[in-house]
């Protein structure tokens, strides 16, 4: 099955400052990537999707990078926010096309953003 | 438009006992799936019912499983209730419609078992 791998867990930033966040994975049919936010007692958001025919999208702050050929992909957050501050899942759907909405997540990165 | 919504927000059990959580897709929507989020394994996939069937399932033993009625609405059953099936269970629903693969999540029920 799908594995994700997401590096760093933890990512301190001093507000302004970028933010990147990497994962990688493993079934070569995986077609859809969301990133969700997750604050403390709520649950995950989507923040920003990205299909496999595409590269890279970009929605304000936030932006995501897809490389198909070495299976990563990376959320980057420009012009950090102290709101930003929570934990970020990437996940994967390797069936996306079919149908599935069976998504496999990564461990998850605690982002603290510094005032 | 209202959000996922999934009740009980938290349930104290005891091991052998069992319990039921419900969710409330999005209006309009007809896939929900159900996932387990604890500090070590993180998101699991449980499982999805789409049309009142189930579509997709994850690798976790049959005490775990659900239903979901004509109107969309799930629910998500556990059987002989252990410690470690103490977790945060999200429920997230989607359009169900090929391509559109966007779920939404609800805030989530916090299951202890004692």
């Known amino acids: 099955g799908e594995n994700v791998e997401q590096h760093p867990s933890t990512l301190s930033v001093q507000e302004g400052d970028s933010a990147v966040i990497k994962c990688t994975y493993s079934d070569s049919a995986s077609n859809y990537f969301p990133w969700y936010k997750q604050e403390l007692g709520k649950g995950p958001q989507l923040i920003i999707d990205?299909?496999?025919?595409?590269g890279e999208k970009k929605d304000q702050r936030i932006a995501v990078t897809l490389n198909k050929t070495a299976k990563h992909f990376s959320l980057h957050i420009t012009e950090t926010q102290p709101e930003d501050s929570a934990v970020y899942f990437c996940a994967a759907n390797p069936r996306a096309g079919a149908g599935s909405y069976q998504l496999t997540f990564g461990k998850g990165t605690k982002l603290s953003v510094i005032p | 438009k209202a959000g996922v919504t999934q009740t009980p927000r938290y349930l104290i059990k005891t091991r052998g006992q069992q319990v039921t959580l419900s969710c409330s897709p999005i209006s309009g929507h007809r896939s929900v799936s159900w996932y387990q989020q604890t500090p070590g394994q993180g998101l699991q996939f449980l499982f999805e019912?789409?049309?009142?069937?189930?579509?997709n399932k994850g690798n976790f033993p049959g005490r775990f499983s659900g239903r979901q009625f004509s109107n969309s609405r799930s629910e998500m059953n556990v059987s002989t209730l252990e410690l470690g099936d103490s977790a945060l269970y999200l429920c997230?629903?989607?359009?169900?419609?090929?391509?559109?693969?966007?779920?939404?999540f609800g805030a989530g029920t916090r299951l202890s078992v004692l």
């Open positions: 019912y789409f049309s009142e069937t189930q579509r």
């Open positions: 997230a629903s989607s359009s169900g419609t090929s391509g559109k693969n966007i779920q939404y």
């Open positions: 990205i299909r496999s025919n595409v």
